[in-house]
């Protein structure tokens, strides 16, 4: 999957228990990826990065079609409501609806402030994590530091301390930071970052 963003039940962390460790993966090194796992049973991924324009303009990106087929995906439709919907499809081939789309569901939001998602895992990805899915979710923090500089903090929750799901942590620790240095791109730029 190329340019793909994870933002919940796809992120898979480390097992190995109390302590955090960071990352620095993006090519502008603006991305922090924090893996925290001394809550013992579970571990929680904390990725944060601050991008150059109004907080609107972020919060935009996250909740509209537009804002999503310019960083993340080829196609998107986003019912922004609690109990809503955003679903995406990478396959440029494909359409809204079909085997490929990713489903997440709009848990709850306060606009600009806050906003929780939890994914419905495609048939393509392994087992163990259709089991979980249920109790995976990624809970985003948008804070205006500026007029014309916004953070935005990602927390991965609900994820259990084993040994079947670290295979997968590099690979969507990665998968989320470029998904992260697009959307940074995207937005202090103004052109579209995903190219399919």
Do not use: C
Request: hydrophobic share 40%; proline share 4%; no cysteine.
């Amino acid at each position: 999957m190329k340019n793909v963003l994870f933002p919940t039940a796809l992120l898979i962390l480390l097992p190995v228990l109390g302590f955090t460790q960071a990352t620095n993966h993006s090519k502008e090194s603006r991305i922090i990826s924090v893996v925290d796992s001394s809550h013992v049973d579970n571990v929680v991924l904390k990725q944060s990065f601050e991008v150059n324009v109004p907080l609107d303009s972020v919060w935009n990106a996250y909740t509209t079609n537009k804002g999503w087929e310019s960083w993340a995906t080829v196609m998107a439709e986003v019912d922004l409501k609690i109990n809503g919907l955003i679903k995406t499809n990478y396959n440029k081939d494909g359409q809204i609806g079909d085997a490929s789309t990713i489903t997440l569901h709009i848990i709850n939001y306060i606009p600009r402030r806050m906003l929780t998602l939890q994914a419905e895992i495609a048939q393509h990805f392994p087992q163990f994590t259709k089991e979980d899915d249920k109790n995976l979710y990624n809970v985003i923090l948008f804070e205006e530091v500026t007029p014309d500089k916004t953070r935005v903090v990602s927390y991965g929750i609900g994820y259990k301390n084993i040994e079947k799901q670290m295979s997968l942590l590099k690979f969507f620790i990665q998968g989320n930071e470029q998904s992260y240095v697009n959307l940074i791109t995207y937005l202090e730029s103004g052109q579209p970052s995903v190219n399919y």
